[in-house]
């Protein structure tokens, strides 16, 4: 079975660009996180979107990050005028409900803005 | 959520058996201790989680003693692949949904 899986694996930006960034959770995967992991930390939590609500945004780091899951399956992960704090590596999981520690996370996008 | 404290990183050789210890001394009743373990350029796995006592899996052990306040991730016989950051998580289950909460983890380098 296949597991989470994003595009692209790699983005070099310039500051100021737009980027995108996609996640294919697991199927039949209820719950859906994005996470930020910066060099040599621990991820942190971005947003959590349970189907296609967006139940959850307060970590996301300023109004210039975006996220949206329309059909409760794909998931993509926007940034507006790319910064250069915003270089990081940028993680999806997903789980089969809302009420498990136990997520599957894809192998993330290394997003580095120049 | 419980804060957590672990060692920064920690080295061992192939074939030993390996002891990682999370202190979480303001546990509360309703949370449950979760490990995951990421290797380089990939994202974390889940590894094991318990209340209490003893969990065993075929990857690991977790033990849990009665005061709760840590806990022992035992990797047994670990090879070279087992480098990776370890991460100890603690918090309830069915709080609305399970937010992970990471700290730095504890870096394992097995040596041959």
């Known amino acids: 079975g296949a597991g989470v899986s994003q595009s692209p694996r790699y983005k070099v930006a310039k500051r100021g660009q737009d980027v995108a960034l996609r996640c294919d959770p697991i199927s039949g995967h209820v719950s859906l996180f994005w996470y930020q992991q910066a060099l040599g930390q621990g991820p942190e939590f971005l947003t959590y979107?349970?189907?296609?609500?967006?139940?959850?945004k307060s970590g996301l780091p300023s109004d210039r990050f975006f996220a949206e899951r329309p059909e409760g399956s794909v998931s993509t992960l926007k940034i507006q005028r790319t910064q250069q704090e915003d270089s990081a590596v940028y993680l999806c999981?997903?789980?089969?409900?809302?009420?498990?520690?136990?997520?599957?996370f894809g192998p993330g996008t290394r997003l580095t803005v120049t | 959520l419980a804060k957590t404290t672990q060692p920064i990183s920690m080295d061992s050789y192939e074939g030993q058996e390996v002891n990682i210890t999370c202190s979480h001394n303001n546990i509360a009743t309703n949370d449950y201790i979760t490990w995951y373990q990421q290797f380089p350029s990939q994202g974390p796995r889940f590894i094991i989680q318990?209340?209490?006592t003893k969990v065993t899996n075929e990857v690991a052990s977790l033990f849990i003693p009665a005061d709760r306040k840590s806990s022992t991730l035992s990797l047994p016989r670990v090879s070279l692949s087992d480098t990776a950051v370890y991460y100890c998580?603690?918090?309830?289950?069915?709080?609305?949904?399970?937010?992970?909460?990471f700290g730095t983890g504890t870096r394992l380098l097995v040596s041959p």
């Open positions: 318990g209340y209490k």
């Open positions: 979107f349970q189907n296609e609500a967006q139940l959850d």
């Open positions: 999981a997903s789980s089969f409900s809302s009420g498990t520690y136990e997520q599957y």
């Open positions: 998580l603690v918090g309830a289950l069915n709080t609305g949904f399970q937010k992970l909460v």
